[in-house]
């Protein structure tokens, strides 16, 4: 082909007739009204589509809540892959995501001097309530969680005489998106983020901030067809290059299929066995990543320092600006065990950093395996970290056959796993059958205080012996007045004469129940002596 014929060949060889050529050009477009009418036309609906963007996330993040998760004692490696693969089910029809929007999750890791480390899920308003909790109850059996609405921001907000000094970023994929990372290295990565930010000083804050929403099939073979065009983002550039080049050069040219086929399998003049290695061994990792459910990621990273507002204090500002600094790089690199055949590459957000995490905005991000994101986003299963907000003992959701209350029972509380009910016990049970054992702090005492007055309201006798007297005198001051004549107090110090029961009374118990009164006294005594 002749160079002369193409507009790179005639641009390159008569600059200033093209350069003039197209000044004419531009200028007899913009003074015609028809251009006006398309320029304006462009505008508004350029106008358009960033309200309705703005319209959709101000709706996906309504209502929005915040569930705290405690770590189970023991956690299960493989629940987070169980966790994420549940919620691909929350993938919207087509045409719902093109009117509505997709919503995204958010998975946080915060750490603070005053609340320690804590996991928080992030769930917006168009989610419905109680499925992330179930989701999670499912993954990790025996986490527990509380839910919070509105949400909190993930960094504490400035105070009157005191502003905060935010440093952090962007972690973005390296290469394609359709490379994948490891998901096989060695050590707990939530561990180590939690390690980097340890030692806080009083009033500091990290947070390492994972949004994510499921993605369609076909952003994930686009990502596998760019994985296997090229290996790095520059490869696009060095594509059109190449191709002026190859139109400006004399002599035949390959086409860009037989070239990449000829470097897949080593047969090019120009590459060498090692690099078709490469090439086979991404390629091979482009699809295994391409199998499965996939979701669309941006991680962000930020270390929050307060500094008064004084202005003589510049010091200070630089002092805290360092720190933040040097906290928010440990937090990014301990993502980089999950170099592999891609890798986290850091951006710089210095002016919207605050605003993205505040919001939670997620825009374009890299489309990551169900694997992958559960080797970022995960709990714990290290049992020994410090400072990180655990669950006690693993709690069972109550069998359907437990009473919710009613007649001829006890309330014993609320359930605190799975959907929250009211939990009883029968009468006839509590009378043979219950033991209520624990630590001290966890409310032995105040449980027993509550079936205690339930006893007392329901008319049913019952007789508390407590050896340190604190039980008793909470009873006492919760007892309604009209019940003073019921009541009978043993006291071991009172120097009046102890109240004795006559189980013989004939004036309480009636002669006919006297035969069976007697043969319950004698058998006691019969077992006793």
């Not at 073979?221 to 490869?235: E, Q």
């Not at 710089?348 to 970022?376: C, F, H, K, N, Y």
Request: positive net charge.
């Amino acid at each position: 082909m002749n160079p002369e014929q193409g507009w790179l060949g005639r641009a390159l060889l008569a600059p200033g007739r093209a350069v003039a050529d197209l000044r004419d050009t531009l200028e007899h477009a913009l003074v015609s009204a028809d251009a006006l009418v398309v320029v304006a036309a462009g505008v508004a609906v350029l106008a358009a589509v960033r309200l309705a963007a703005r319209w959709r996330r101000r709706r996906l993040s309504a209502r929005a809540r915040q569930i705290t998760v405690l770590t189970p004692p023991s956690v299960d490696a493989k629940g987070a892959l169980t966790f994420w693969a549940h919620l691909v089910g929350q993938l919207r029809p087509a045409w719902a995501r093109t009117l509505l929007g997709q919503p995204h999750l958010g998975f946080e890791y915060t750490v603070t001097p005053e609340e320690g480390a804590a996991i928080r899920l992030w769930v917006p308003g168009a989610i419905p309530p109680g499925l992330i909790e179930r989701a999670v109850a499912s993954a990790w059996p025996g986490a527990h969680t509380d839910t919070l609405e509105p949400a909190r921001p993930p960094l504490p907000n400035p105070v009157t005489g005191v502003r905060r000094v935010v440093a952090g970023g962007e972690l973005r994929l390296g290469r394609h998106e359709g490379l994948p990372l490891s998901t096989e290295h060695s050590g707990d990565l939530v561990r180590q983020l939690i390690t980097a930010a340890d030692d806080l000083g009083p009033g500091q804050a990290v947070c390492v901030q994972i949004l994510a929403r499921p993605v369609t099939g076909r952003r994930v073979a686009r990502a596998t067809r760019a994985a296997a065009s090229t290996g790095t983002r520059a490869g696009v550039a060095a594509g059109l290059l190449r191709q002026a080049l190859d139109l400006l050069t004399p002599g035949t040219s390959s086409s860009p299929r037989s070239s990449r086929a000829a470097a897949v399998s080593g047969t090019g003049r120009g590459t060498d066995r090692q690099t078709s290695l490469e090439y086979s061994a991404a390629a091979r990792a482009a699809a295994a990543k391409a199998r499965g459910a996939h979701w669309e990621t941006v991680v962000r990273y930020a270390a929050s320092i307060p500094v008064s507002t004084d202005p003589d204090e510049i010091d200070s500002t630089a002092e805290a600006r360092a720190v933040a600094r040097g906290r928010a790089d440990a937090l990014a690199t301990t993502f980089g065990a999950c170099t592999d055949h891609n890798y986290y590459r850091r951006r710089r957000r210095p002016l919207r950093l605050q605003r993205l995490i505040r919001e939670r905005r997620l825009g374009r991000g890299d489309v990551l395996s169900v694997p992958e994101l559960a080797t970022i986003a995960h709990l714990p299963t290290d049992d020994g970290l410090p400072g990180l907000q655990r669950a006690g003992a693993r709690a069972l959701s109550p069998a359907p056959e437990i009473p919710v209350g009613g007649e001829f029972t006890k309330p014993l509380g609320i359930s605190d796993t799975g959907t929250r009910r009211p939990v009883a016990v029968k009468v006839s049970d509590a009378r043979h059958h219950l033991h209520i054992l624990g630590p001290t702090g966890v409310g032995k005492s105040t449980l027993l205080a509550r079936t205690i007055l339930d006893d007392a309201e329901a008319g049913r006798g019952v007789i508390v012996i407590d050896p340190k007297g604190d039980l008793v005198t909470d009873v006492l001051s919760r007892l309604p007045s009209r019940m003073g004549e019921r009541v009978v107090l043993f006291d071991a110090d009172s120097p009046a004469a102890p109240p004795c029961v006559n189980p013989l009374d004939i004036g309480r118990i009636g002669r006919a129940g006297m035969d069976l009164a007697v043969d319950n006294l004698v058998t006691v005594f019969h077992r006793i002596f």
